[in-house]
């Protein structure tokens, strides 16, 4: 098997570990729908569907009604919650309406039913409830710029949350006093429930003083849509009512439970190495910061590996789990996985025995079909061969077309499942 063969079966076994559907089994393993009342179910997120079709599996006809928002593709075959697919990284309409539909649902709940909520990474911009004056558009405005910005998941969330009807704890207020359980698959580096799909059952940490403060450290206060700007000084005022904190006793009646996170695929793949013979050694499951910056680090490691001065012999794995940031200042296309691939590729030219893999464990990377991609001391090389300028794409953020061109982009397909990314480094022995 080659380094890339490796690497390729690594992710995948990585994958088969983030199935959703034994992790949602478990869960209700311990949890019955009520003897009386209704039971409700509603959710947003890329494993969303999944999660939707494993709780129909558990409980089939003690569901009442139900309705999930999914990303487009991402749908599951399911009976009795109806699936809606909706625009993500960037919200639409179709999202905004699930979002009221999904409001009014839960809104309608008394005290002895129960409402399950299925939340995965993407759920916030998957269900867009934007608080008046504010306007989808200028939601969808306000998330471009933030993605663009490189703003972390924790950053765009506590914005999100300050400007909407739903986020922020604000789904199970409108739940209460309903029972609400609620399942949640982790996309965010050390789980924190106000910040995974942006809360919408969980207790909000964040403040609107905070979220202004993050549009001004990025510079963004005076590009962002006015009517958000207002919003969010308008609550730093007081004159909006905060999203709400731990200690409400709106809580009393909701249990908020992690069925899922990188933990996951980093283990798996660690025991997928082993079982090809590779020394495993999991450098983090908390990887963050720019992403290019990050594929330099991961170099640097490879050639100490080489050198026999690493943490670990080859041949061996160094596995990473997080999720990165990309910078947008030019005009291509890609993701923060490919862009990772890609300073890597420049960064280990003429390294002969060493393979990068960076990939989404939901399928995709950035605005772009492919899930992230693979590269190698030759790759740079090979690209010029084919007429591209590899420094110059990754200095346009075009690194997209580059792994397309080659052949190495990592395509999966939608996974219904989201774990954070997975930063996979193949190291040969006697590669020095």
């Keep these: 098997m080659t380094l890339r063969e490796s690497a390729r079966s690594i992710f995948d076994a990585a994958l088969v570990a983030g199935d959703v559907r034994p992790l949602v089994a478990r869960a209700l393993a311990g949890t019955n729908p009520p003897a009386h009342g209704r ?20 409980w089939g006809d003690r569901i009442t009604d139900g309705l999930v928002a999914v990303k487009d593709g991402y749908c599951a075959p399911t009976r009795r919650v109806r699936l809606v697919e909706a625009g993500h ?56 710029l933030l993605l663009a910005a ?35 698959l982790s996309d965010v580096v050390g789980d924190p429930l106000d910040v995974i799909a942006s809360g919408p059952t969980s207790p909000d940490a964040s403040t609107f003083a905070e979220a202004l403060v993050i549009l001004d450290r990025l510079a963004l206060r005076d590009r962002a849509p006015r009517a958000v700007v207002e ?4 609550g730093v005022r007081g004159r909006i009512p905060e999203t709400p904190k731990p200690g409400d006793p709106l809580f009393a009646r909701v249990r908020n439970t992690v069925i899922g996170n990188n933990a996951l695929v980093v283990d798996a793949a660690a025991s997928r190495a082993r079982e090809l013979g590779l020394a495993p050694h999991v450098l983090t499951r908390a990887l963050e910061g720019e992403a290019r910056e990050a594929a330099g680090g991961f170099v640097e ?42 300073a890597a590729a420049l960064a280990m030219e003429e390294m002969k025995g060493a393979v990068i893999l960076a990939a989404g464990t939901d399928g995709t990377d950035g605005p772009t079909e492919a899930a992230g ?13 084919q007429g591209l300028d590899p420094a110059a794409q990754l200095a346009d953020n075009d690194s997209n077309s580059v792994f397309d061109r080659l052949g ?19 190291v040969a022995p006697g590669a020095a």
């Design 39 to 58: 039971v409700l179910v509603v959710g947003a997120g890329k494993a969303s569907g999944a999660m939707a079709a494993a709780v129909e599996e558990a």
């Design 89 to 144: 990284p960037v919200p639409d309409e179709r999202g905004a309406q699930a979002a009221r539909e999904i409001l009014a649902l839960v809104e309608s709940a008394a005290g002895e039913d129960l409402v399950m909520v299925l939340v995965s990474g993407g759920g916030s911009a998957l269900t867009p409830a934007p608080a008046p004056p504010i306007t989808l558009a200028d939601k969808q405005a306000m998330t471009r």
């Design 150 to 184: 490189g703003a972390t998941i924790n950053q765009v969330n506590a914005v999100r949350k300050h400007c909407s009807l739903l986020k922020g704890g604000q789904l199970a207020r409108a739940a209460a006093p309903a029972r609400v359980e609620a399942l949640l």
């Design 231 to 234: 919003r969010l000084e308008q």
């Design 301 to 342: 490691l490879a050639r100490l590996i080489e050198a026999g001065r690493g943490p670990v012999q080859a041949p061996a794995c160094v596995i990473a789990g997080g999720e990165t940031t990309v910078t947008v200042r030019g005009r291509g296309a890609g993701g923060r996985c490919q862009e990772f691939a890609l």
């Design 373 to 385: 991609a693979v590269s190698d001391g030759a790759s740079a090389a090979r690209a010029r061969v």
């Design 408 to 426: 190495d982009l990592v395509v999966t397909g939608p996974t219904n499942t989201n774990l954070l990314d997975l930063y996979l480094l193949v």
